[in-house]
T-cell receptor
């Protein structure tokens, strides 16, 4: 099946630093999504990307849909303590008559004040 | 708050037992999705229902089943529970059938512990 390789697995940064994480796959996706999950909560959608090459921003977050449709990255600028959490990429693809969503294993972000 | 509600928040049970997890989608959403999140497997798609009908199936075990009722709430039934079934179970909902532009909104999850 489709698999996503998300890296890095974890990051420890200082407040104010920029962060970059990415997801790659050998498969093509129709949509790339980035979610953030806080402890004990469900994933919350941050950014959705629908076209190859698309670059989208949401406040301090910027994400891009790779031109090959096989990868995506998420950047967070000027990190703050509340950015702490686990970030997941997800790719959507069509198989067996329906759209399916597959998730990366997540990037755990720790921000030191 | 995503608007998706799940009950119970925590569930502790023994091996061999059967449990039912409940999900109410956001108002107006017709699709409900179930996911399992474990430490080693990450988030895995289990099954999707759209307007009462099964729409897509993922890595769902035969011991697990789900249904969506006329009021659009959904239940996930887990039977003959094993230790490895301990995980967070998330429900998500979306407006449509799951098209590439159909955003899924996640509930807070049910943490299942099988002892």
């Amino acid at each position: 099946g489709q698999q996503l390789n998300q890296s890095p697995q974890s990051m420890f940064i200082q407040e104010g630093e920029d962060v970059s994480m990415n997801c790659t796959s050998s498969s093509i996706f129709n949509t790339w999504l980035w979610y953030k999950q806080d402890p004990g909560e469900g994933p919350v959608l941050l950014i959705a990307l629908y076209k190859a090459g698309e670059l989208t921003s949401n406040g301090r977050l910027t994400a891009q849909f790779g031109i090959t449709r096989k990868d995506s990255f998420l950047n967070i600028s000027a990190s703050i303590p509340s950015d702490v959490g686990i970030y997941f990429c997800a790719g959507q693809y069509f198989r067996g008559g329906s759209e399916k969503l597959v998730f990366g294993k997540g990037t755990k972000l720790t921000v030191n004040p | 708050d995503s608007g998706v509600t799940q009950t119970p928040k925590h569930l502790i049970t023994a091996t061999g037992q059967r449990v039912t997890l409940r999900c109410s989608p956001r108002s107006g959403d017709l699709s409900v999705y179930w996911y399992q999140q474990s430490l080693d497997q990450g988030l895995q798609f289990l099954i999707q229902y759209y307007n009462g009908e099964e729409r897509a199936k993922g890595n769902i075990l035969e011991r697990f089943s789900a249904q969506q009722f006329p009021d659009l709430h959904s239940e996930l039934n887990l039977s003959s529970l094993e230790l490895g079934d301990s995980a967070l179970y998330f429900c998500a909902s979306s407006v449509g059938q799951g098209a590439s532009t159909d955003t899924q909104y996640f509930g807070p999850g049910t943490r299942l512990t099988v002892l």
